[in-house]
Structure formats: structure tokens, C-alpha cells
């Protein structure tokens, strides 16, 4: 058992026998493209056609451009340099979490400010969560967060960041619309507050040790 509680046979071979709260979790790969994909023509490409490749665009390279954002995301997720933690119900995607290093992700909201005043540039970053609107409001934000910590501990763990919405309390939001889910959330599974990012958002860190694969 891991530390964010997730159940974990053999993460560090790619991601496989990852469980949480009875659901699968499996690492965005070439493998798993095809259910990324059908996850996210479901939704239209996700936020405005995105299809999950806006924090990669800091600059934005010509090729995508070019090619539009769904096969630039596919280019990215052949070459391995996209990650994320997909929430499976069978063969079904139904939520994801990215994750990368800084320079995989460098294009985060309030990019500047958080350049400045960062002492520490984190070893991996969460930076987007997405949910089929089939399941919202189950808690599956949060168990594509725990699959993501999971593989991120098989990756070598350290030092991870999240940029969630703080919210005002009392204040309703729709979940269509919190793009790194709330500050609670987070801190529910773990993460500390560190400082504001921009009018609505925070930094939170936790340090996740590596995973030991013979436990």
C-alpha cells in the first residue's frame, strides 16, 4: 500500500496493477492512447478542443500548430514525453490526471509570478484533472490524484506541486469549470498550502518518497 493509499502491484513497471478504490489506473502511453482518446472525443477535445496540451506550449511549437491539438498530443504521448495517470471502469478512460517534470510542463496559469517566487522547482508537477461528466461529483478527481502519486512514486518520487483553485468557503463552483479541482481536496490527500497563485489559485506541495516495488 502506498502512501496516498493507493494499492500497487509492480508500478514500476509501467503503471500496471495500480488500484484505487476498486479502480484501475494506468499510465498514458501508446497502449492506452486509444482510451485516452475516446475519453476525450467524448468531451469534444476537453476544454475548447485542448485535448490536454495547453501546459505543454510554453512556446508553442509550430508543429502543433500545424498539426492540431490532438495529433500533436498523440506525437508527444509516442516520443513519452506526456504523463498522465488514466482512471479506468473496464476498458473505459473515465478521468485523468497530468503530471510531468517542469520542463515537460512549462506552461502553467500565472507562469511568471510563480517563476518568481519559486525557491524550489518541484521534481513533478500535477497540473490538469478531467472527469467524464458520467461520473463528476463521485470522487474521482481525486482518485486520478492518488493514481498519478502512485506513478509518480515509481518514478522516483520527490518533491510534487498542484496548483488548485482556493475557494471562498461557501462558494459554488461548477466542477466543469475547476480545471485542477480545490485546494480541500488536496489537502485531504495530503498536500500542504503554500502560497497564492493568481487571484484563485495556490501552490501545494507534498514530498512523496520512492516506492519501494518489493513491498
Not at 497540473?127 to 512514486?153: E, H, K, N, S
Request: glycine share 14%; proline share 6%.
Amino acid at each position: 500500500m502506498t502512501q496516498d493509499g493507493a494499492a500497487q502491484d509492480g508500478a514500476a513497471g509501467g503503471g500496471a496493477g495500480i488500484v484505487v478504490d476498486g479502480h484501475g489506473i494506468e499510465p498514458l502511453g501508446p497502449a492506452t492512447w486509444p482510451a485516452f482518446a475516446d475519453l476525450a472525443e467524448r468531451h469534444n477535445g476537453v476544454w475548447g478542443g485542448c485535448w490536454c496540451t495547453w501546459f505543454h506550449l510554453y512556446p508553442d511549437p509550430p508543429e502543433r500548430r500545424e498539426c492540431g491539438n490532438r495529433e500533436f498530443k498523440r506525437r508527444l504521448v509516442e516520443a513519452g514525453r506526456t504523463h498522465a495517470a488514466l482512471v479506468m471502469d473496464g476498458d473505459e478512460a473515465i478521468a485523468w490526471a497530468q503530471f510531468g517534470t517542469v520542463g515537460e510542463l512549462r506552461n502553467i496559469h500565472h507562469r511568471k509570478q510563480w517563476e518568481a517566487e519559486s525557491v524550489r522547482e518541484p521534481d513533478f508537477r500535477i497540473t490538469c484533472l478531467f472527469v467524464d461528466r458520467r461520473f463528476r461529483r463521485q470522487g474521482m478527481a481525486g482518485i486520478a490524484v492518488r493514481g498519478a502519486l502512485a506513478l509518480i512514486a515509481a518514478a522516483g518520487g520527490g518533491l510534487v506541486e498542484a496548483y488548485p483553485h482556493d475557494l471562498e468557503p461557501g462558494r459554488k463552483v461548477s466542477s466543469s469549470f475547476l480545471y485542477n479541482a480545490t485546494r480541500t481536496m488536496y489537502e485531504g490527500l495530503g498536500f500542504t498550502y503554500e502560497r497564492p497563485k493568481g487571484k484563485g489559485n495556490c501552490v501545494m506541495t507534498l514530498t512523496l518518497p520512492v516506492l519501494d516495488p518489493t513491498r
